[in-house]
């Protein structure tokens, strides 16, 4: 691993040194500090971490929340007009001087099958629609921005620029690419789901989120790019700007993200003229195919590296408003087994810590 020794751990400041024995969150700098004039800076929320050790890490370190299964459709309106708000988890994020993303408002997983299943187009459009207006206006001066569609592009991608082609459909063979929005709707779903959006708080910031977006697979970025740049030409001003604010390039990355490609979909994407959140960031680091199969030194700085450069780019790009980590700790990350996250399960700072907050140290 020659690359690795590139890797400076001769930091400047006192507290900015990497020492010896793993430091606890509560005796590091606030990361969001390091990033206040350039991008908030986020991690998830679930209601068991309210007023334990979890939620005093996260208000420390950063400056907005997004509820990691909370706010999706399936919890939020379980059964037609039953609504499930999560008042108590978003009401505490505020209350420690934290902002709130909402995550998220339409997409083909976590989604109850009312409101798309066995019911005609209309209804499925009033359904759609009715949900994002009811918890928009719920939420209304709380969540300053939503993804209000999520994962609406095929991993295989069509490579023409007709971004309608590479849209989920329910008759794709890969039972996980469907998406019953667009076979019951059309692909105007996504139209009327950003409209009804903007009509519902015209102060929220509406974002268009995926997965895979970086230019390891260049034909998902076009086909959101062309989408964006389509819906944006057609509608220039609804409510005064453009319809889709931004773009949430998810950003579940591992040891063999190539951070280039990452810096390619971000200058494809701001030449929009929209913003962009990385909004859910983690780089698996022992996994299938990985160099490590287990989290040693050498892995914990393989991973701080990939962190570093992500940043340095991430630094460069006033377009991004938001870097949002997917996962408190390593031992409740979603991919946990994989040692994706900033701090470890005793809630130490990695190396990944200190890569965040000093890139330019790596
Ligand atoms: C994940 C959560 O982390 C898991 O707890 C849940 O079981 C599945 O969803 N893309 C998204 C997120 O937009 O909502 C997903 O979150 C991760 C991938």
Redesign the pocket.
């Known amino acids: 691993m020659s690359s690795l020794g590139s890797c400076d751990f001769s930091f400047g400041g006192k507290d900015e040194e990497p020492p010896a024995e793993p430091v606890s969150w509560e005796a590091l700098t606030p990361l969001h500090s390091r990033y206040t004039a350039q991008f908030l800076i986020g991690n998830?929320v679930s209601p068991p971490d309210i007023g334990g050790v979890r939620f005093n890490l996260l208000k420390k370190h950063f400056n907005i929340a997004t509820a990691?299964?909370h706010m999706?459709p399936d919890a939020m309106q379980p059964s037609k007009g039953y609504f499930n708000y999560p008042d108590a988890m978003v009401n505490a994020v505020l209350a420690a001087g934290m902002q709130m993303h909402g995550?998220?408002l339409v997409?083909h997983?976590?989604t109850p099958a009312w409101m798309n299943t066995g019911v005609s187009k209309e209804a499925a459009i009033a359904n759609m629609t009715d949900h994002i207006t009811k918890v928009m206006t719920h939420f209304k001066g709380k969540v300053i921005s939503w993804?209000v569609v999520?994962?609406a592009m095929r991993d295989n991608s069509s490579s023409s620029d007709n971004w309608r082609e590479s849209l989920r459909k329910d008759e794709s063979p890969n039972a996980n690419d469907n998406s019953r929005w667009n076979q019951i709707i059309g692909d105007e779903y996504i139209e009327i789901a950003f409209k009804a959006a903007r009509d519902a708080d015209p102060d929220a910031k509406l974002y268009y989120?995926d997965?895979n977006l970086n230019m390891s697979n260049s034909n998902k970025a076009y086909a959101v790019y062309n989408m964006v740049k389509d819906i944006n030409q057609r509608y220039p001003a609804y409510g005064g700007r453009k319809l889709i604010d931004g773009i949430g390039m998810?950003s579940?990355h591992h040891l063999n993200t190539d951070p280039a490609t990452v810096e390619a979909s971000i200058l494809l994407f701001e030449s929009l003229g929209v913003e962009i959140a990385i909004?859910?960031l983690d780089i698996q680091t022992v996994f299938y195919g990985s160099p490590y199969s287990s989290f040693t030194e050498d892995a914990a700085k393989a991973q701080a590296e990939k962190y570093a450069a992500l940043f340095k780019i991430f630094k460069n790009h006033a377009a991004i408003k938001r870097v949002t980590f997917?996962?408190l700790d390593d031992g409740t990350?979603?991919r946990s087994s994989s040692y994706p996250v900033l701090f470890d399960k005793q809630y130490m700072a990695k190396p990944a810590f200190y890569a965040a907050e000093n890139p330019g140290k790596f």
Do not use: V
Request: glycine fraction near 4%; avoid cysteine; hydrophobic fraction near 20%.
């Open positions: 998830i990691e299964n999706k995550h998220t997409w997983s976590q993804d999520n994962e989120n997965y998810q579940h909004s859910e997917w996962g990350s979603w």
